[in-house]
């Protein structure tokens, strides 16, 4: 296949927001997790740069080097993607590989002034390895599946055109990730407890505990669920896409409690409360699915705000707690930390994107009504 691209393609490539949103979301969050918790900075007792002459460490983690390099293939694929339509694909290849390689020189450096991270040339090593691998992977689907390809023409055909779908994309994205943080409840994002020092008087227990989960999870499978049916073109495409994100959600909720937790607990989420929860947020969907794009929104945003109301009313669950104690100071807590952030500020970006959306239309319906007389 040659280095120019077919026009479609190429005009694809520059138009689309989805990549670039993609790509500037993972970039922060991956310099979040590498240089969490952001605290007790202080001047190296030797140069900041000496990680680059130490040589190669007289013992490897391979759960490092796999973290690393998983890690950074998400950037050089999306890099890559960005880059395609506006350059030959080698040189937006190319061009990927050394970012991420720099990007991680950058990192490795900060790290130097952070008593908690260590600074280690392997790392440089192995994230630039994950980042040519993302972009091998770029090179082989970008353009079939990816860009102007497969998926490409069943967003097309299934979704509405238009950066606000992007947005959704994104938004819907970020939030499969909030799952893999284990210290929420089933798609209970939005604890922000620890902002306000507020008691509300509520205490714990089992019975209240079962409603509280039940209706977190209910709620928000809800929100979700009315998102997708205000970019969806069809009922029957938004039946298909919501079974796919839940199924997703709901896995990586398993590998979750499987991998962060020592003993590892694949089904820790699995409670009478979110199982009811899960129901009883299908059935709230299917009886209002067929509404119409702009009271989906608004229905999501009422769901959205409802559960993240529900999630800092409710007490602390003192079994999780304990739980959590272990991962708290596990090997994952800069992972673990990225996605509490993330979690916790999900439902405020979703809601006031579905602000925004519903003042626009509200805006432009008189307007539109006016042009048509």
Known sequence: MSDSLPLSFARYARSSRLVAYLTVAYLLLVVYASLYPFADWRIPNDEATRFLFAGWPSYIVVSDVVINVLAYA????LLTLLWMGRMPRWAAAALAVVVGMLLSLAIEFAQAYLPTRVSSIDDVLTNSAGALCGAVAALAWGERWLLSGELHRLRERHFRAGARTDLAF?????????QLNAEIWLFGNGDLRHLVSVD???RFSADAYLFLEAGVAALNFAGVAFLVVAIARSLAAAAVTVAALILTALMLKTIASMALFIPGN????????SLSGLVAGALLWLALARCSPANAMRLSAVCFAAGFSLVNLAPENPYLVAALQILRRGHFLPFNSMTGLLSSWWPVLVFAYLVFLIRVDDEDRPNTGRSAT
């Open 74 to 77: 998400p950037l050089g694929l």
């Open 266 to 273: 694949p089904a820790l989420w699995l409670t009478p409360g």
């Open 200 to 202: 509300f008087g509520v």
């Open 170 to 178: 994104l938004l819907l994205a970020l939030w499969l990730l909030t």
